[in-house]
């Protein structure tokens, strides 16, 4: 029964036919020849937090035409967009950031080595650690494209790592967009109980009516994201060790998970033992505009648009989450559960599962000072919030009422872009939450740069599984004091010199953490945290070029945060087209951060927590690249973690470096992903 549930090619056969039928209903003879939008993005709307539109554009759109032009926009944003076809950069293609540490392989829990606290208001569960393998609505992409275009991406890996990527995105009608997109990431890993499986679903689509004035987004979103635990090795002492069976890490003996019914299987990624978390978002908006009509007569056409002033906004979302962790091979670990929470007596599956429910129902209104720049515009709403609860027998309920205002203004010159917004929680168990934000963007000119001021600070309660009663093995702690977080940035990009400087102060009050494998705790006094980034691209000869971004950060007071205070990761390769039709960059990439206590980690609640006994000291991450692009397809091929090499009882990639206390990060890793667009 475990097995069938936890296994993944169930789901990704299932998951996969249903994303193909999706698409092959969409009719791709919608493709019609006719009038493009003369206007193209009135009506198309958005903003930096929801609502507004779009500047007026005359461009005309050709559906016919035999080329693809593709655009995209955030649900919340107004400016569309175009894909990035860069090829310099890996991690542009893959979850995984340059500066996030996972516990193990690709797919396994993570954590940011560089300060930055969660902000959001409100309800929050308390389980981050997947975060990065899912699909969220922020994201999510509305696209506008004058042909079907279709993206196909495989990556494979070392110990049958792989990475399946499907985009699929058309116009039904000039004013009608459906995408749906299909990501699969699935690896067994390099140590014993580290396998990982990862399905993610997102359709989305929006409607623009003829007459211009209503205006639809439908998103659909699908999460299911397990990871195996094996709750670290239980020595360092074995990665060095002369016994020739401990080359193969996967025979290193392990905290939780007997190594002997794990498995390595490519059609057989069972997991017996970890986290199992499930999401599924849904959200509908709609919009209808009172205003004016125009046209605008050329010299073969009439382009008919309309002229937005005030704005009526309906937004319903609804969410269904699931966070459980399992183990039904817990014996053999008695003395983990034992010493780390106090689990004496094991049954034969241990079990801790939590479901949330939420609901919320927001009315908007946008009014536009100038109809001719939707850009500038006022917005003010109110927002119904419900939630609930279960967990080992718990029920929990409650409701809050949040009010909103936005003001937004990107000048017609397109040199100043202003943004205020604020939201407030005036009703409800979370009464007292708020967000403040006030962004200043100014335009320094085409060869110079940008520059972007920036504060931002939020009151918000402590997640969840710490304030409150869970079946998960946390002990919680009853009226902690709201988290309280302030941000304040600069950031300067200078395009002539290709750098971009980044200043960011934090101001930070009872801070809320795990202090041990259960126990919360609180910080009440008020510390600050600094950090300095520098990225530069530096041209050495001709076409060879050494991009590098360095982080500086410190923690001002006594705060039980510990972070690497130096970290940075360089490229230094070729870059550039040897032939008409092949871009290539080719190179060697080095990663690197100082020594410092890295937090300890927590299985059986997928929490990082505070710790000052284990020093992470590692060697630079250092890894060969050769990225190249042939028009439509692009190629990575990889070798990774080379600075693991070590002659020490035979050669051998075994001198791991450590991504938290007894959780060492793989050795020699191949990957080669290929992604392939067309036009249907």
């Not at 080329?67 to 926009?73: C, P």
């Not at 208001?121 to 981050?128: E, L, R, T, V």
């Not at 209808?288 to 009526?312: A, E, M, Q």
């Not at 003010?380 to 936005?406: I, K, P, T, V």
């Given at each position: 029964?475990?097995?069938?549930?936890?296994?993944p090619?169930?789901?990704?056969?299932?998951?996969?036919?249903?994303f193909?039928?999706?698409?092959?209903?969409?009719d791709?003879?919608?493709?019609?020849?006719g009038?493009?939008?003369?206007m193209?993005?009135?009506?198309?709307s958005?903003?930096?937090?929801?609502?507004?539109?779009?500047?007026?554009?005359f461009?005309?759109r050709?559906?016919?035409?035999d080329?693809?032009?593709?655009?995209?926009?955030?649900?919340?944003t107004?400016k569309?967009?175009t894909?990035?076809?860069?090829?310099?950069?890996?991690?542009?293609?893959?979850?995984?950031?340059?500066?996030?540490?996972?516990?193990?392989?690709?797919?396994n829990?993570?954590k940011?080595?560089?300060?930055?606290?969660?902000?959001?208001?409100?309800?929050?569960a308390?389980?981050?650690?997947?975060?990065?393998f899912?699909?969220?609505l922020?994201?999510?992409r509305?696209m506008n494209?004058t042909?079907?275009?279709?993206?196909?991406?495989?990556?494979?890996?070392s110990k049958?790592?792989?990475?399946?990527s499907?985009?699929?995105?058309?116009?039904?009608?000039?004013?009608?967009?459906?995408?749906a997109q299909?990501?699969?990431?699935?690896?067994?890993?390099t140590?014993?109980s580290?396998?990982?499986?990862?399905?993610?679903?997102?359709?989305?689509?929006?409607?623009?009516?003829?007459?211009r004035?209503?205006?639809?987004?439908?998103?659909?979103?699908?999460?299911?994201?397990?990871s195996?635990?094996n709750?670290?090795i239980?020595?360092?002492q074995?990665?060095?060790?002369?016994?020739?069976?401990?080359?193969?890490?996967?025979?290193i003996?392990?905290?939780?998970?007997?190594?002997?019914?794990?498995s390595?299987?490519f059609?057989?990624?069972?997991?017996?033992?970890?986290?199992?978390?499930?999401?599924?978002?849904s959200?509908?908006?709609?919009?209808?505009?009172?205003?004016?009509?125009?046209?605008?007569?050329?010299?073969?056409?009439?382009?008919?648009?309309?002229?937005?002033?005030?704005?009526?906004?309906?937004?319903?979302?609804s969410?269904?989450?699931?966070?459980?962790?399992?183990?039904?091979?817990?014996?053999?670990?008695?003395?983990f559960?034992?010493t780390?929470?106090?689990?004496q007596?094991l049954?034969?599956?241990?079990?801790?599962?939590?479901?949330?429910?939420?609901?919320?129902n927001?009315?908007?209104?946008?009014?536009?000072?100038?109809?001719?720049?939707?850009?500038?515009?006022?917005?003010?709403?109110?927002?119904?919030l419900?939630?609930?609860?279960?967990?080992?027998?718990?029920?929990?309920?409650?409701?809050?009422?949040?009010l909103?205002g936005?003001?937004?203004?990107?000048?017609?010159?397109k040199?100043?872009?202003?943004?205020?917004?604020?939201?407030?929680i005036?009703?409800?168990?979370?009464?007292g939450?708020?967000?403040?934000?006030?962004?200043?963007?100014r335009?320094?000119g085409?060869?110079?740069g940008?520059?972007?001021?920036?504060?931002?600070n939020a009151?918000?309660?402590?997640?969840y599984?710490?304030?409150?009663?869970?079946?998960?093995?946390?002990?919680?702690?009853?009226n902690?004091s709201?988290e309280n977080?302030s941000?304040?940035?600069?950031?300067l990009?200078?395009?002539?010199?290709?750098?971009?400087?980044?200043f960011?102060?934090?101001?930070?009050?009872?801070?809320?953490?795990?202090k041990?494998?259960?126990?919360?705790?609180?910080?009440?006094?008020v510390?600050?945290?600094v950090?300095?980034s520098?990225?530069?691209?530096i041209?050495?000869?001709?076409?060879?070029?050494w991009?590098?971004?360095?982080?500086?950060?410190?923690?001002i007071?006594?705060?039980?945060?510990?972070?690497p205070s130096?970290?940075t990761?360089?490229?230094?390769?070729?870059?550039?087209?040897?032939?008409?039709?092949l871009?290539?960059?080719?190179?060697v990439?080095i990663?690197?951060?100082?020594?410092?206590?890295?937090?300890g980690?927590?299985?059986?609640?997928?929490?990082f927590f505070?710790?000052?006994?284990?020093?992470i000291?590692?060697?630079?991450d250092?890894?060969?690249?050769n990225?190249f692009?042939?028009?439509?397809?692009?190629?990575?091929?990889?070798?990774?973690?080379?600075?693991?090499?070590?002659?020490?009882?035979g050669?051998g990639?075994?001198?791991n470096?450590?991504?938290?206390?007894?959780?060492?990060?793989?050795?020699?890793?191949?990957?080669?992903?290929?992604?392939?667009?067309?036009?249907?």
């Amino acid at each position: 029964m475990h097995l069938e549930y936890m296994n993944p090619f169930r789901n990704f056969s299932f998951n996969f036919i249903l994303f193909i039928l999706l698409i092959s209903c969409l009719d791709s003879t919608a493709q019609m020849p006719g009038m493009m939008r003369g206007m193209q993005n009135i009506g198309r709307s958005g903003s930096a937090m929801g609502g507004g539109g779009d500047s007026i554009s005359f461009e005309k759109r050709n559906f016919a035409a035999d080329s693809v032009n593709v655009q995209f926009k955030y649900l919340d944003t107004s400016k569309y967009l175009t894909f990035d076809s860069s090829i310099s950069d890996f991690y542009k293609r893959v979850p995984l950031k340059p500066w996030l540490v996972n516990i193990g392989y690709n797919g396994n829990p993570t954590k940011s080595i560089l300060f930055n606290p969660m902000r959001g208001i409100g309800w929050d569960a308390g389980f981050h650690t997947l975060d990065p393998f899912a699909f969220t609505l922020p994201e999510t992409r509305f696209m506008n494209t004058t042909k079907a275009y279709t993206e196909l991406g495989y990556l494979v890996g070392s110990k049958a790592e792989q990475q399946v990527s499907i985009l699929h995105t058309q116009n039904i009608s000039p004013d009608w967009n459906a995408v749906a997109q299909y990501r699969l990431i699935t690896a067994p890993g390099t140590f014993n109980s580290q396998n990982s499986s990862h399905n993610n679903i997102r359709i989305n689509s929006d409607f623009t009516s003829k007459n211009r004035r209503y205006h639809a987004y439908l998103v659909l979103l699908s999460n299911a994201l397990q990871s195996a635990e094996n709750g670290g090795i239980q020595s360092l002492q074995y990665l060095m060790n002369e016994n020739p069976a401990y080359n193969d890490r996967f025979n290193i003996p392990t905290n939780l998970a007997p190594s002997v019914y794990s498995s390595r299987n490519f059609f057989k990624v069972n997991l017996l033992t970890g986290n199992r978390y499930t999401e599924k978002t849904s959200l509908f908006r709609q919009q209808y505009d009172f205003g004016k009509k125009d046209s605008l007569v050329t010299d073969s056409s009439v382009v008919k648009y309309f002229l937005p002033r005030l704005r009526l906004e309906h937004t319903i979302e609804s969410g269904n989450s699931e966070y459980k962790f399992m183990d039904v091979q817990s014996f053999g670990a008695q003395a983990f559960y034992a010493t780390n929470y106090a689990i004496q007596q094991l049954p034969d599956t241990v079990l801790f599962l939590m479901n949330m429910k939420s609901l919320k129902n927001d009315f908007s209104i946008i009014q536009f000072p100038d109809a001719k720049n939707l850009l500038q515009y006022f917005k003010a709403g109110a927002s119904f919030l419900h939630y609930r609860m279960q967990s080992g027998g718990l029920e929990d309920s409650y409701s809050n009422l949040l009010l909103h205002g936005e003001y937004r203004n990107l000048t017609r010159n397109k040199k100043w872009d202003m943004l205020l917004y604020g939201e407030f929680i005036t009703a409800g168990r979370d009464l007292g939450n708020y967000s403040l934000k006030a962004h200043l963007d100014r335009s320094l000119g085409e060869k110079l740069g940008t520059l972007q001021l920036g504060f931002e600070n939020a009151n918000r309660s402590p997640s969840y599984i710490y304030a409150h009663s869970t079946a998960f093995p946390i002990q919680y702690k009853k009226n902690l004091s709201n988290e309280n977080v302030s941000n304040l940035f600069a950031t300067l990009h200078l395009k002539k010199i290709k750098s971009i400087v980044q200043f960011n102060y934090f101001l930070f009050s009872n801070y809320t953490y795990l202090k041990s494998y259960m126990q919360v705790d609180q910080y009440t006094p008020v510390f600050q945290v600094v950090r300095a980034s520098l990225s530069k691209e530096i041209k050495i000869y001709r076409n060879f070029k050494w991009t590098t971004d360095v982080y500086l950060q410190s923690i001002i007071g006594n705060a039980p945060i510990h972070l690497p205070s130096f970290f940075t990761r360089n490229r230094i390769g070729y870059e550039g087209k040897p032939f008409r039709n092949l871009q290539l960059a080719s190179g060697v990439e080095i990663r690197y951060h100082s020594a410092y206590f890295a937090d300890g980690y927590s299985p059986l609640s997928g929490q990082f927590f505070y710790q000052t006994t284990e020093k992470i000291t590692n060697r630079p991450d250092v890894h060969l690249y050769n990225n190249f692009r042939i028009r439509s397809f692009t190629g990575f091929v990889r070798l990774e973690n080379l600075n693991t090499a070590a002659n020490k009882y035979g050669f051998g990639f075994k001198n791991n470096n450590l991504a938290a206390p007894f959780y060492p990060t793989p050795g020699l890793v191949f990957r080669v992903g290929i992604f392939w667009n067309f036009v249907n």
